[in-house]
C-alpha cells in the first residue's frame, strides 16, 4: 500500500492514522466552495469526479454571515488593493500597520477596555493570553473550566504553573478551590462565557463575584458570543453589563466576525507585558491589511446595527422550535446553538452523510475528541441569512434521516416560540427571495 517506505518511517503515521479510523474518528473534509452572494448556499464538489452541485451549510462558524456583508468585503478588497497583500513583517520588525492600530482602539472601545492586542487566531490569542499572563504572576494557581477550549487548555499547560479544574460552570466547587488555596497567592481563573457543543452559557456573575471576593484575576473567551451578544456585539459579558468586573476578555475575529485572527483586551499594562513577552505574538508575522480591514468593518456594522443580531436568534429559536416539533432530539440551552444529539459516532457520521448526499444538506458530524464519547451529535448553526423555507427543508431532511438509520425520536413538543420575528422580516431580502 505505501509506495515508498522511508525506510519504514511512513508505517508509524500509517499505523497512527488507521487506528483514527478503526476508532471511527478518522475525519473527512468536503470540498466545499464557498459563494458570498449566495451563502448558506455553497458548492460542494463531491470526490471522484462527479458533477458539483448546490449545498445548504448548516454548520459555518460565520455565524451572522458577516464574512459575506457587502461592506465587510467591500473593507477587505479596498484594503488588499491600497497596502497589498501581506503585513510586512512581525509587528517587532516590519509589521505594525495603521490598520491593525484602528482595529485595536476598536476592540478595546467594544469592551470598554483600556487597550487590545490582536494575534493571528483565537486560539494563538488563548495560548498566548493565558500563558504569558499566568507565567508573569509569580506562583499563580489556574482555576480552568472543566470544559475549556483546546487553545485555553494549552496556554493553561505551557504557563507551567499549578492548575485546578472546576467541574463545568460549578461555582461551589470553583469557591472550594479558592477557598482552600492560600490567601496571598496569585489566582487566574479561566472561563469561557459560551461553551459552543453544548450552547449553554457560564454564571458570569457568580464567577466575577468570587474572583472579587478571593482576589482573583478574571479571564474570559467570548470567541462564541462577540458580535453577537450585547447591545453592540460586546458578547454576554456586555448584555449582562459585567465586562467592566472582568480582567481580560479574549475574542476571535473569525466566527461572528467572519474573518481571521484572534485578540485580547483590558488594562494597558497587562496587554503592554503580553505584547512585550508572548513569543506567539513576538515571533509570527502579522494579519494582512485587508484581513484587519474586514475585520475592523465588522466589528464597526457590529456596533451599531441590532439586525444581524435579532435575525440570528430568530432563526435559531426559528430551527429548535420546528427540529422540537418534529421530534428531533434537539440539546435545549440558551443560545443561537442548536446540537442535536445522535450520541453514537458512527451513526452521527452516517447521519451527515446522508443528509450531503440524499438532501444537499452540509452538517459536519462532531465527534471525540471535540465531545465525549457517546454524545456525538450534529452541531447546527442558524444564520440571519437561513430563512424558514431552509428550516423547514433542513427538518423534512432530518426526519427522513432518522427514520432511515432508525434513531429515536423524542415525543414531539410544541414550544411557544420564544422570540418574535424581527421587524425586518430578513436581514437580507435579496437572499430570501432566491432562496424561495
Ligand atoms: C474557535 C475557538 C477558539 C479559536 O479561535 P480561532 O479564531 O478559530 O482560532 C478559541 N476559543 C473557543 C472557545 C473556540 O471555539
Known amino acids: 500500500m505505501l509506495t515508498d517506505d522511508k525506510n519504514g518511517r511512513n508505517a508509524h503515521f500509517a499505523k497512527a492514522v488507521q487506528r483514527l479510523k478503526d476508532e471511527r474518528r478518522y475525519r473527512v473534509f468536503i470540498d466545499l466552495e464557498r459563494d458570498a452572494d449566495r451563502f448558506p448556499t455553497a458548492l460542494w464538489r463531491p470526490e471522484g469526479g462527479q458533477k458539483p452541485r448546490d449545498v445548504t451549510i448548516w454548520c459555518s462558524n460565520d455565524y451572522l454571515g458577516m464574512g459575506c456583508h457587502p461592506d465587510v468585503r467591500g473593507a477587505a478588497t479596498a484594503s488588499a488593493n491600497q497596502h497589498g497583500a501581506g503585513a510586512g513583517g512581525t509587528r517587532n520588525i516590519s509589521g505594525t500597520h495603521h490598520r491593525i492600530i484602528e482595529l485595536e482602539a476598536e476592540l478595546a ?3 470598554g477596555k483600556e487597550a487590545g492586542l490582536v494575534f493571528t487566531s483565537g486560539w494563538i490569542s488563548n495560548l498566548a493570553g493565558i500563558s504569558t499572563i499566568a507565567s508573569l504572576m509569580p506562583n499563580c494557581l ?3 473550566d472543566a470544559l475549556n477550549h ?7 499547560r505551557r504557563a507551567g504553573c499549578e492548575k485546578q479544574v472546576w467541574r463545568h460552570n460549578d461555582v461551589e466547587h470553583l469557591e472550594a478551590l479558592l477557598k482552600a488555596a492560600d490567601p496571598a497567592r496569585a489566582k487566574l481563573i479561566v472561563f469561557e462565557s459560551l461553551y459552543s457543543m453544548d450552547g449553554d452559557i457560564a454564571p458570569i456573575e457568580k464567577i466575577v463575584e468570587l474572583a472579587e471576593r478571593y482576589n482573583a484575576m478574571t479571564y474570559i473567551d467570548e470567541v462564541h458570543a462577540v458580535g453577537m451578544y450585547g447591545p453592540r456585539g460586546g458578547g454576554i ?23 481571521l485572527g484572534g485578540y485580547i483586551a483590558g488594562d ?4 503592554d507585558a503580553v505584547r512585550s513577552y508572548a513569543p506567539q505574538f513576538i515571533f509570527s508575522t502579522t494579519l494582512p491589511p485587508m484581513v484587519v480591514s474586514g475585520a475592523c468593518a465588522a466589528v464597526r456594522h457590529l456596533k451599531a446595527s441590532g439586525v444581524e443580531r435579532e435575525g440570528h436568534q430568530y432563526m435559531a429559536s426559528v430551527t429548535k422550535h420546528a427540529l422540537q416539533a418534529a421530534g428531533i432530539p434537539v440539546k435545549d ?14 451513526r452521527c457520521k452516517a447521519a451527515s452523510d446522508l ?4 438532501h444537499d444538506i452540509y452538517i459536519q458530524p462532531i465527534n471525540f475528541p471535540t ?25 423534512e431532511a432530518l426526519v427522513d434521516v432518522w427514520k432511515t438509520l432508525d434513531l429515536p425520536f423524542t415525543s414531539a413538543r410544541i414550544l411557544p416560540l420564544r422570540r418574535k420575528a424581527p421587524a425586518a422580516d430578513c436581514v437580507y431580502p435579496e437572499m430570501r427571495k432566491a432562496a424561495e
Do not use: C, Q, W
Not at 456586555?238 to 466566527?255: M, N, Q, S
Not at 494597558?268 to 496587554?271: A, D, E, P
Open 355 to 358: 443528509l450531503l448526499r440524499r
Open 237 to 259: 459579558s456586555e448584555r449582562d453589563g459585567l465586562a467592566h468586573r472582568i480582567d481580560v476578555i479574549e475574542g476571535t475575529l473569525a466566527k461572528g466576525f467572519g474573518s
Open 150 to 156: 483546546n487553545s485555553m487548555i494549552e496556554g493553561v
Open 142 to 144: 489556574i482555576l480552568s
Open 109 to 111: 472601545d467594544l469592551h
Open 268 to 271: 494597558s499594562i497587562v496587554v
Open 371 to 395: 465531545v465525549a464519547i457517546g454524545t456525538e451529535r450534529l452541531r447546527i448553526t442558524p444564520t440571519p441569512r437561513h430563512t424558514e423555507a431552509h428550516v423547514s427543508v433542513l427538518v
Open 333 to 346: 440551552n440558551p443560545s443561537h446553538i442548536v446540537p442535536v444529539m445522535v450520541n453514537d459516532a458512527e
